[in-house]
């Protein structure tokens, strides 16, 4: 079954509260250079960025689904392309697009072009194994496991590294099956 | 996986990029989660309140020094505030404006003290949010702002000790923030030269 297109998500950004793109930019680059100082290790900053994103994903998917008016995806693909089109939009204010599928069409890659991550951002060279944005593989990786799904998240073109986009490699592990009759608080 | 060959590299460096408007937005709420995440790691690193405000001012500060520079740059065509009522009216009205959407509530000189000025707002954005847990006292997120309004003035060339604060309103259920400056003594004593 061919996925059902969804719409983008320009109508629900065009209805929630915005602020400023730099106040955000500057507040995340305050934040890995808090990292930095504190940790020293640019692996344990990546993980720290990781870790920090998913605890944003657990929580955003909510509002996602709460304002957005998705209901469930049919298959991964179409969930591919809600992040893509509606998630990214919704929060981000970009789109990502979705390509590189796998045969099984369990992998797939979104590329970003515009990152607001990023803006008045270079890499020095104490910084080069930096995973700049890796609180964004944290927060996909974190939404999709609430709504059932096991994914790896990974980083395989970065702007910052001389790369031409963002490509984040999107791999489903397993799908969670949902138990019902769900069962009550003890 | 990242730096395999055929790299193209649009920019070599980042100041050679065109200088973004700074019109782009990105929703409220993904600001929100991410000062929320700031606000909790800051909270694993601190063992009292104070130091957990002095690690959040220092991360303000850090934003306030880049959004002097830029705002000096693209707002003020490349002109400095040099007179104290100028930069603090910059803060005020320029650097709220770009950073939160509208100018400051108010800007008020401190009765008692001649080097005190106050920003107040009803709302500030970073505590929209967040409620202080009562074991938590007099805590307050401001001390993000603070420390951009600091790193503002300091890089500016106007020292001063920036702290936020909780002011009980009448009639209202939630408190207003201000912002107490308290500039050095040689900002004043040059300011006094000045006039």
New interface residues.
Partial sequence: MAPVVPRSGDAV?AN?????????T??????V???LT?LEEVEEVNK?LDQ?GY??GV??ID?FLAKSNISRCVDFKETAEVIAKVGFK????VTATVTNWDVEGTTCSLVLEDN?LV????LPDTCQGLYYCN?LSGVVRGALEMVSMKTEV??????L????AYELRVKLIKQVPEEYPYKDDE | ???VGG????YS??LEKPL?K?R????????A???S??V???QT?VDNIAELER?LE???Y??GA??LE?FCHREKGNRRETRLLGILSFVHTTVWK????KVADSLEKGTEHEDEYMISEKEL?VNRFISIPKDMGTFNCGAFVAGIVRGVLDNAGFPAVVTAHFVPMEGQQRPRTTILIKFADEVLRREARLV
Avoid at chain 1, 26 to 31: D, R, S, V
Avoid at chain 1, 90 to 93: A, D, E, H, Q
Avoid at chain 2, 98 to 101: I, K, T
Wanted: charged share 20%; glycine share 8%; no cysteine.
């Fill in positions: 950004f929630v509260e915005r602020v400023n793109a730099e106040l955000f500057l507040t995340y680059g305050a934040i250079r808090q990292l504190d720290q920090m605890n944003i929580r955003l509002e919704m929060f981000l204010g607001p803006e008045f951002v270079e609180i990974s980083w395989v073109r970065d702007m590294h001389g790369d031409d | 996986m990242i730096g790299k193209i590299k649009q460096s980042v973004s700074g782009q937005e990105v929703s409220l709420s993904a600001f989660f991410l000062f995440e700031l909790q790691y800051n690193q690690r220092d991360a303000g850090a934003v880049r959004v830029l770009v950073l939160f959407g954005l």
